[in-house]
């Protein structure tokens, strides 16, 4: 069963804590994205990468990282210096290069912070 | 950089109802994509437009991309309890690649019976 795979499906942020979340996929897609999502708003980028070793930051990347050593996986760094973190996170993959660009998302993490 | 805007914020109707967002984008796009989140989901993908002044049907959905390549609409024929969500255009300056889409601000649907 192909798809995207993100966990843990909750997790909770102390003050001055790191947290990673997980997004993992099948497709065979190239790219990858990670965006976050406030109450209410759309979607907003906070890195993307279009293949294995290379990433790029997107709209609102200060306060997180990532990495991608493989091509199924791009984890989500939240780092301490991120001081509103609490806010749905949701990942998405999709092909490169081909006529229609659709992006597929996970079921995303939802972030609190205690 | 590049700004899309969606109204309205907000819709509510009774079944049955017609049902239209409309999508501004601050500069020129390649293609527009169309997506539908449900109340606790995650954004769906609908469609696709590329062409200028492209009209898509999926049964009782509509989509439209403007001539300038600006703007798009969806517009929902009769609705149904079932296309209660949240609709968001997404625009993409170019093609080809893992390019950054930009979504749109997204327009809440609740219909009521």
């Known amino acids: 069963d192909g798809g995207i795979t993100q966990s843990p499906k909750y997790l909770f942020r102390k003050e001055g804590q790191n947290v990673t979340l997980s997004c993992e996929q099948n497709?065979?897609?190239?790219?990858m994205y990670w965006y976050r999502q406030d109450p209410g708003q759309g979607l907003r980028l906070i890195y993307y990468s279009q293949i294995v070793n290379d990433f790029q930051k997107g709209d609102i990347a200060e306060g997180y990282s990532v990495s991608r050593e493989k091509k199924e996986s791009f984890p989500l760094t939240v780092t301490s210096a991120q001081k509103n973190p609490t806010a749905f996170y949701l990942c998405?993959?999709?092909?490169?290069?081909?006529?229609?660009?659709?992006?597929?998302f996970g079921p995303g993490t939802r972030l609190l912070v205690l | 950089g590049q700004q899309v805007m969606q109204i309205p914020q907000y819709q509510h109707v009774q079944e049955g109802e017609d049902f239209t967002t409309y999508c501004n984008s601050s500069?020129?796009?390649?293609?527009i994509q169309w997506y539908k989140q449900r109340p606790g989901g995650h954004p769906v993908f609908l469609i696709q437009?590329?062409?200028?002044?492209e009209v898509k049907k999926q049964k009782r959905l509509t989509f439209q991309f403007g001539e300038a390549k600006k703007n798009s609409s969806l517009h929902i024929t009769a609705t149904q309890t079932t296309d209660v969500g949240t609709y968001f255009c997404a625009g993409s300056g170019a093609t080809g690649t893992a390019s950054k889409l930009t979504f749109g601000t997204g327009t809440r649907l609740q219909v009521t019976l």
């Open positions: 437009l590329v062409k200028s002044g």
């Open positions: 497709l065979n897609h190239d790219a």
């Open positions: 998405a993959s999709s092909i490169v290069g081909g006529r229609q660009e659709t992006q597929y």
């Open positions: 500069t020129t796009l390649s293609n």
